[in-house]
């Protein structure tokens, strides 16, 4: 056989697939821009001052509701708490979620809270440099609105306090709110329950100095974030409908492989490693979060992404690497070790930082790696190495890209003396490596395009009457556009089906000496070379 | 706030001045309207009525029972009563703030009584009016969306609140989170609905006091929304930022007052034209936006208490003797001087704070001097 698809096949047969995949790829971006809702949704939570009067009375449930039947004795604020003679340990903000009227679906995937205090400025009560809040927090669950609550986590928690106050601090000014920094509060990996109430509490020992100085709090504001039910759907139905398309794909291409007489090389393995990785990604396991309590799916999403990543990564070193044509020895993983070794340690590390934060938040909600001084550091470790590897990673792959082009120039120049055979095999090599870099820089310079877009964009655009969700669109259009890449890449590699003659083991892209003879006379058979090989052919001589 | 304040005649003058001879015919009869009109809904801030408790137990009585409701509005009482705590609440953070920003100025903004609340000033199409229209607009845009996020609102949340039919469906489809945007739409179907529901022949002075106030109204409930500030979170693979979520937070109520008095100093002179719309005086200056503050009629006399007006004079008035501002002496006591008192003032000191409800203090007494305007 003369090599892939991609070489044998004609132009309008290429044109057809390519415009098809185009297709798949505009409808992607239309099924989350116009059926799905923006991906997450932020809710707002003020928390209710309860008072704690479990002294008096010892019967009570131990939970805290904010509203409806059942509701604890609440204060607005805490100049009624003075008049009372209520302590601040006698205070518990209860937050219940979701808001009345609503309840949480197993739909919404994820639960992250974000607090922010409402710290008033006073100036005899001002926030000490590097306060710290101890907070006593509880989260329960329920799914109906009559049962007694479960608890479900249970902790106490330290939050840097980073406020500042932007006007100055005099008497006039007392009453402004300080300028707080968002706080991470808590994060659950799945939404199984219907109804979650928190209680949180700001106990104060003077003696041990804690929650002293930080200021006079007036208000405490959560906001959840999670999943839209709508996005969730449209996405697992993208997976659901994806996963197939290359699992068949990827059957195909490995049947083909192995019809061949030689044994598959590298290139060929490892395309088909990224095949393996896209359907695991693929692979729509999140259906079963709707039924069941897994609260390892988020953690498990990332590692997937995670694996893709690194795969998708590797492959584009090993595929420069194979196109360059010079004379060491290549067909070989251990080559790439240099290369692929960064990808691999800066993989490990987001692994590592993942399960420290997302892993520890399995057993402990609002367990946040941010909230310590060490684990702010480690966590900042864990980035800048993974940040140095990836800038390895783009040195290493620009200047293989580099040197493949150069090899390629100089290649070029001496086509023209070269026997025809040969140089249509070169112009072949060219024209591939050529087409899949421009396809890959496409994919590359798509995912930075809507990812700078659905950053900037404040999320949805009108349009006539539709509107248009831009960062549903981004995460579809992107997640469809690197599915199509990797079947396009399956496709146009498998080997040709056009056979001229049984035992040329094509060495394909390993352009080894050896096979040089047998190349040439693979090609001398062809009598008639085809669409592209025609048209590269024609180049070269111009 | 009420200070003593002496009697004088002389504000009439003021009105008198006027030069259409027609708006002071207007005016004569606001005089005799007011006695029967004057009531507003502002005064759900005085009213004591207004329990959460009684809103419970169907009662539907209370809307017909709190004083100063439009007709409209009642019916919006009785669609929506367990809004009415927090439209009162509004109300008073807006008559609070208002308060705060003018404590230096000859008005400053005292209310009178529980029925009209701000007296007879408000019958002016005065700066100060609109002031006080938009700050009360925006305090209940506040109180609203506040009141959304702690649970206390059955109908808030999603956006399209006209479903609520379909509410649980929407809420798992696409979330309902901005509850802003409930408290603007609310805040406007409420607070313009008084004038909405008048209609005036057009080119009348009445006309132009409903486009004045709704004007205000507008321009205090988008400066609340205006001032919200976006936050953003990410939590994308690793805490990247593929995935961020992004949401508007209100901002501090004093940042709106401060920005309202900003638009107060900057307030826009307005007449009426021919086609009974209203324009600038001055055409010199840009127009007006709909963040702007309008007004159609000249302040009144503040220096001296006026029946007429309403004007309370600044009589009795606390001043700095060392200011030049408007605190000071000079200006608040508009030349007629002042009395200087020695006052002994109990101070706590060297307290200890808890974050909340914990004060330890000792007392200090110290002597201040203290002046007060004739």
Known sequence: ?542 | MFLPHGFTCSAVTSIMDSRHFLLTVTFLVLFMQAVVDASSWWSLAMNPLLIPEAYIIGAQPLCSQLAGLSQGQKKLCQLYQDHMQYIGEGAKTGIKECQYQFRHRRWNCSTVDNSSVFGRVIQIGSRETAFTYAISAAGVVNAVSRACREGELSSCGCSRAARPKDLPRDWLWGGCGDNLNYGYRFSKEFVDAREREKTYQKGTYDSARLLMNLHNNEAGRRTVSDLAHVSCKCHGVSGSCSLKTCWLQLADFRKVGDALKEKYDGATSMKLNSRGKLVQVNNKFNSPTSYDLIYIDPSPDYCVRNESTGSLGTMGRLCNKTSEGMDGCELMCCGRGYDQYKAQVVERCHCKFHWCCYVKCKRCTKTVDQFVCK
Not at chain 1, 196 to 224: A, M, S
Not at chain 1, 305 to 310: D, L, V
Not at chain 1, 378 to 399: D, K, P, S, T, W
């Open chain 1, 1 to 542: 056989m003369a090599g892939a698809i991609i070489e044998n096949m004609s132009t309008k047969k290429l044109v057809i697939v390519g415009v098809i995949l185009l297709i798949f790829q505009v409808l992607s971006f239309l099924v989350g821009g116009l059926i799905a809702p923006s991906p997450t949704t932020a809710v707002h939570y003020l928390a209710t001052k309860c008072v704690d009067a479990r002294k008096q009375q010892h019967q009570r449930s131990k939970w805290f509701m904010p509203w409806g039947p059942n509701q604890c004795d609440k204060i607005r604020d805490f100049d009624e708490a003075m008049v009372k003679m209520i302590e601040a340990n006698d205070i518990v903000f209860a937050v219940h979620i979701p808001l009345p009227n609503k309840e949480m679906s197993p739909w919404f995937q994820f639960m992250l809270v974000i607090l922010q205090f409402d710290i008033a400025f006073k100036v005899v009560n001002q926030i000490e440099e590097g306060a710290v809040a101890t907070i006593d927090v509880g989260l329960a669950y329920r799914d109906d609105t009559v049962s007694e609550w479960t608890e479900m986590a249970h902790s106490i928690e330290q939050r840097k306090l980073s406020c500042n106050f932007t006007t100055s601090k005099t008497y006039e000014n007392e009453g402004r709110y300080y300028e707080c920094d968002l706080l991470p509060f808590m994060e659950v990996g799945s939404v199984a329950h219907k109804y979650y109430l928190l209680n949180i509490r700001l106990p104060v020992n003077e003696r041990k100095r804690i929650n002293v100085g930080i200021g006079e709090i007036k208000d405490i504001r959560l906001v959840g974030i999670h999943q839209n039910g709508g996005f969730t759907k449209v996405w697992f139905a993208m997976k659901t409908f994806l996963t197939p398309s290359i699992l068949i794909i990827m059957v195909w291409y490995w049947r083909r492989i192995t019809l061949m007489t030689r044994p598959p090389v590298l290139l060929e393995k490892v395309i088909f490693a990224l095949g393996i990785s896209m359907t695991f990604i693929n692979i729509p396991v999140e259906w079963f979060s709707v039924g069941f309590n897994w609260t390892w799916m988020l953690l498990f999403g990332d590692i997937r992404q995670g694996i893709f990543y690194a795969m998708l990564l590797s492959f584009w070193i090993i595929f420069c690497g194979e196109h360059l044509m010079d004379q060491t020895e290549r067909n070989r993983f251990a080559v790439y070790w240099k290369q692929v070794g960064p990808i691999v340690f800066g993989s490990f590390c987001l692994f590592i930082f993942d399960m420290c934060e997302r892993g520890v938040q399995l057993t402990n909600p609002f367990y946040s790696i941010w909230a310590s001084d060490v684990g702010t550091e480690l966590a900042m470790a864990f980035i800048i190495v993974a940040g140095i590897c990836a800038c390895l990673y783009f040195l290493f792959l620009c200047f293989m890209v580099f040197q493949v082009f150069r090899n390629i120039s100089g290649k070029r120049s001496s086509l023209p003396a070269m026997s025809k055979a040969r140089r249509l095999h070169y112009e072949g090599l060219i024209f591939r490596f050529k087409f899949l870099m421009l396809v890959t820089l496409a994919c590359a310079a798509m995912t930075v395009i809507f990812f700078i877009i659905s950053q900037v964009n404040e999320g949805h655009w009108h349009w006539g009457d539709y509107t248009v969700q831009v960062n549903s669109a981004f995460f579809t259009g992107i997640y469809g556009m690197w599915n199509l890449y990797v079947f396009a890449i399956m496709f146009l590699y498998a080997p040709s089906h056009k056979r001229y003659g049984d035992e040329q083991s094509n060495g394909d892209l390993g352009v080894n000496s050896g096979e040089d003879i047998q190349l040439t006379t693979t090609i001398t058979h062809v009598d008639g070379p085809t669409e592209i090989y025609k048209m590269t052919g024609k180049e070269a001589q111009e």
